[in-house]
Every structure is written in structure tokens, then in C-alpha cells.
């Protein structure tokens, strides 16, 4: 089993595949080989279009995720419109999507790593830098009392 292609992968290559000349089913087909993965049920909706199955119907087995692309591509199966408007904007949506979920997800990595950063970094810094400075003050005292404990 292959890794799931990347939903902004697969709505931009229905882009490129509609704006090269591509019929809305041809490249459904064509994207559905070139991504393998769960994105190969893009073939079987290819297939069931072109026996004339309602549009609903043959997206009916695709996997949930491929729901934003078969919005995207509605208009243009049922009125004739060119999609590649819906896809230019339904791959930017996707890419604002991930590029906020990775911000978000940076951020919380940066608030988790902070306590055992910490918890690593406060015993070197006090053997490294406390302790000699401790160990130079109490010789320094010692050396100014001469060595008598008050």
C-alpha cells in the first residue's frame, strides 16, 4: 500500500490536468493513476461518470477526504464551467489550512520542549556556574577570616 498523496498534491495536479485540455472525467482518471493511494477511487468516480452514473452516485465510494475536490469540480460537471477558478482557490485554501496547522502545531511544540529544556539546563547550570562560584566565595571568606571560623 502506497502513502496517501497530498489532497493540495491531488487538486493541483486536477488543475494542471483540466487547464492542459483534459475533460473533467479524463482527468479524474488520469489524476487518479498519477497519485495511486486512496486517490486511485478517483479512477473507479472516472469510471462510474462515464457509464452515465449521477454525479453524487459515483463519488459515492471516494474516500471522505476527496469531498472538497468533487465540490470543486460540481460546477463544472453539471453546468459546464471551467474549474480551474474552484481548484486554484480550493488548492490555496488547503495550503492556508496546513500552512496554519504547522504554525500551530510550532508553537505547541515550542511550549511542551520548555519544561524539559529547562529541567536539563538548570542542573549544568548550576554545576557549571554556581558551584564554582560558590566554592570561590567561601575560599575567599575563609582565606579574609584566616582560616578561624567566627
Not at 35 to 44: K, Q, R
Not at 112 to 130: D, E
Amino acid at each position: 500500500m502506497t502513502a496517501p498523496t497530498s489532497l493540495v498534491a491531488v487538486v493541483a495536479l486536477m488543475g494542471a490536468a483540466v487547464r492542459s485540455g483534459l475533460d473533467v472525467r479524463s482527468a479524474l482518471e488520469q489524476v487518479g493513476r498519477a497519485c495511486g493511494g486512496d486517490a486511485e477511487a478517483l479512477c473507479a468516480v472516472a469510471a462510474a461518470l462515464g457509464t452515465g452514473a449521477p454525479w453524487d452516485d459515483a463519488w459515492g465510494t471516494a474516500p471522505a477526504r476527496l469531498e472538497v475536490l468533487a465540490r470543486a469540480l460540481a460546477p463544472a460537471w453539471h453546468q459546464g464551467s471551467s474549474p480551474v477558478s474552484a481548484l486554484t482557490s480550493c488548492a490555496d485554501s488547503l495550503l492556508d489550512k496546513a500552512s496554519a496547522a504547522g504554525e500551530g502545531a510550532a508553537a505547541e511544540l515550542g511550549v511542551r520542549i520548555a519544561l524539559p529544556l529547562a529541567l536539563c539546563l538548570m542542573p549544568a547550570f548550576v554545576l557549571t556556574g554556581v558551584v564554582p562560584l560558590l566554592i570561590a566565595l567561601a575560599g575567599a571568606v575563609m582565606s579574609d577570616s584566616g582560616g578561624v571560623a567566627p
